[in-house]
């Protein structure tokens, strides 16, 4: 079953002389343990193309399933639940909150689903050892460097049993070999059945995605085939 | 690549053997530029000849071989250190395919250069894809194999933002009223820009 799927989506803001179109017409299927990066210039539709897939947004047209759920026809309640259990978000500046700890950042979202405090402490922990970061368990954001800030950040959106992982320019904010470690973090979680999204302007990062998706005006213009078996590139310097 | 001074580095950390000597090249290029033994042995023959190694042993009348032992020789040190030290030559810009490309499919008629441009773009990011994955499965280990994909994925997303870049100026030419049919017209007067001149070659 596909993590996510979009299907014929459209979105336009505004109305009349001001109408902006930002998707049209966008089809994009991601499987389960597939990491897709999407790149295009800005004002292409990168980020709308996000929004919507995290249903934090609706399309003006389309559907959007998820775990072949259609989430047009789900009710409020029904969405939340399925945003706090199902998808993780990361975005570029981390949106840690300042006044809670690094675990208590990874563990919120399990404690508002109703999972007991304990046992969100415990998943949060495991979250952050598995990061490198259990050291820094107990510490403010503000005592975290710009890279760990972002590897709790990404505790946080794959504590519990999400599957769906959307990322806005999560590397961003930071150096090239933070950047890639980020990426690499992302992209070992999709080895293990986590279906990623990553929008980026970086062609490097991007390069750790199994598809990369082209962006132009708002249309899917091109994609990258299926990766090539990894020795390909030394059998032709033989 | 100068198979010559790779060699000459080999034997400044000490005297080795032909075969010892080839190894050491491909594990010291991350094992990307594999060597034939032929050209291992070519390379030290004239290297013997110009006076910068010398067979150990004196056995001068051997034919060179796996077996044989070279050493670095003054000469040779010298050779090496006053390679290191001089820059490749950059300055004139190589004739590249995919820039003639880009250049041509202006002017063909009915050409999309926005397919021609993707579909260059796509296969750059592609061959970005595979090297990322090479050196994930790497995971660092080998520092050698490490600069030379760095290396690689600068050089090919250069050339995915020259296209991002060319894009981006076609599309504006457009919107200006440029007229493909009269690509390029050459100001009056104009010339090529000289080459920069940024210290002699030798």
Same mark, same amino acid.
């Given at each position: 079953?596909?993590?996510?799927?979009?299907?014929?989506?459209?979105?336009?803001?505004?109305?009349?002389?001001?109408?902006?179109?930002?998707?049209?017409?966008?089809?994009?299927?991601?499987?389960?343990?597939?990491?897709?990066?999407?790149?295009?210039?800005?004002?292409?539709?990168?980020?709308?193309?996000?929004?919507?897939?995290?249903?934090?947004?609706e399309?003006?047209?389309?559907?959007?399933?998820?775990d072949?759920?259609?989430?047009?026809?789900?009710?409020?309640?029904?969405?939340?639940?399925?945003r706090?259990?199902?998808?993780?978000?990361?975005?570029?500046?981390f949106?840690?909150?300042?006044?809670?700890?690094?675990?208590?950042?990874?563990?919120?979202?399990?404690?508002?689903?109703?999972?007991?405090m304990?046992?969100?402490?415990?998943?949060?922990?495991?979250a952050?050892?598995?990061?490198?970061?259990?050291?820094?368990?107990?510490?403010?954001?503000?005592?975290?460097?710009?890279?760990?800030?972002?590897?709790?950040?990404?505790?946080?959106?794959?504590?519990?049993?999400?599957t769906?992982?959307?990322?806005?320019?999560?590397s961003?904010?930071?150096?090239?070999?933070?950047?890639e470690?980020?990426?690499?973090?992302?992209?070992?979680?999709?080895?293990?059945?986590?279906?990623?999204?990553?929008?980026?302007?970086?062609?490097?990062?991007?390069?750790?995605?199994?598809?990369?998706?082209?962006?132009?005006?708002?249309?899917?213009?091109?994609?990258?085939?299926?990766?090539?078996g990894?020795?390909?590139?030394?059998?032709?310097?033989? | 690549?100068?198979?010559?001074h790779?060699l000459l580095?080999?034997?400044?950390?000490?005297?080795?053997?032909?075969?010892?000597?080839?190894?050491?090249?491909?594990?010291?290029?991350g094992?990307?530029?594999?060597?034939?033994?032929?050209?291992?042995?070519?390379?030290?023959?004239?290297?013997?000849?110009d006076?910068?190694?010398?067979?150990?042993?004196?056995?001068?009348?051997?034919v060179?071989?796996?077996?044989?032992?070279?050493?670095?020789?003054?000469?040779?040190?010298?050779?090496?250190?006053?390679?290191?030290?001089?820059p490749p %030559? =950059?300055?004139?810009p190589?004739?590249? !395919?995919?820039? *003639?490309?880009? +250049?041509?499919? $202006?002017?063909?008629?009915?050409?999309?250069?926005?397919?021609?441009?993707?579909?260059?773009?796509?296969y750059?990011?592609q061959?970005?894809?595979?090297w990322?994955?090479?050196?994930?499965?790497?995971?660092?280990? %080998? =520092?050698?194999?490490?600069?030379?994909? !760095?290396s690689? *994925?600068?050089? +090919?997303?250069? $050339?995915?933002r020259?296209?991002?870049?060319?894009?981006?100026?076609?599309?504006?030419?457009?919107?200006?009223?440029?007229?493909?049919?009269?690509a390029?017209?050459?100001?009056?007067?104009?010339?090529?820009?000289?080459?920069?001149?940024?210290?002699?070659?030798?």
């Open positions: 079953m596909n993590a996510l799927e979009l299907r014929s989506i459209s979105k336009v803001y505004g109305r009349g002389a001001a109408e902006v179109q930002a998707l049209r017409d966008v089809s994009l299927t991601v499987a389960a343990g597939e990491m897709v990066a999407v790149m295009g210039p800005s004002g292409s539709g990168k980020s709308s193309l996000l929004t919507i897939a995290g249903t934090l947004e399309p003006t047209s389309g559907a959007v399933l998820i072949g759920k259609d989430t047009l026809r789900m009710s409020g309640g029904a969405k939340s639940r399925l706090r259990r199902t998808i993780g978000y990361v975005f570029q500046d949106n840690l909150l300042p006044g809670l700890t690094a675990a208590e950042n990874v563990s919120m979202p399990l404690e508002l689903d109703g999972t007991s304990h046992k969100a402490h415990l998943a949060a922990i495991k952050l050892e598995e990061l490198g970061l259990s050291s820094q368990a107990r510490r403010f954001p503000d005592q975290l460097s710009g890279g760990e800030r972002q590897r709790v950040a990404i505790a946080r959106a794959v504590v519990g049993e999400r769906l992982l959307l990322a806005d320019e999560p961003g904010a930071l150096d090239s070999v933070n950047g470690a980020v990426m690499q973090l992302i992209h070992s979680y999709c080895k293990r059945g986590t279906a990623a999204v990553v929008v980026t302007h970086d062609l490097q990062l991007a390069s750790w995605a199994d598809r990369i998706v082209f962006l132009r005006d708002g249309r899917v213009v091109d994609q990258t085939a299926a990766p090539a990894p020795e390909t590139l030394l059998e032709q310097s033989s | 690549m100068s198979v010559r790779a580095a080999l034997l400044s950390e000490g005297s080795k053997y032909g075969l010892q000597l080839r190894e050491e090249f491909e594990a010291n290029t094992q990307v530029w594999p060597l034939n033994g032929g050209q291992v042995y070519t390379t030290l023959q004239r290297l013997e000849r006076g910068l190694v010398a067979a150990l042993g004196g056995a001068g009348d051997l060179p071989g796996p077996q044989k032992a070279y050493r670095i020789t003054d000469a040779g040190s010298a050779e090496l250190n006053r390679w290191l030290l001089v %030559d =950059l300055s004139t190589p004739r590249d !395919d995919l820039v *003639m490309k880009v +250049l041509i499919a $202006v002017r063909v008629p009915g050409t999309d250069v926005s397919e021609v441009i993707q579909a260059h773009r796509r750059l990011v061959l970005m894809q595979e990322t994955r090479l050196k994930d499965d790497d995971n660092g280990r %080998d =520092l050698a194999f490490a600069l030379i994909v !760095d690689e *994925m600068f050089r +090919l997303e250069s $050339v995915v020259w296209l991002d870049a060319a894009e981006v100026r076609l599309r504006r030419a457009l919107a200006d009223g440029w007229n493909p049919a009269q390029f017209p050459a100001p009056a007067g104009a010339r090529l820009p000289t080459r920069p001149a940024m210290g002699a070659r030798r």
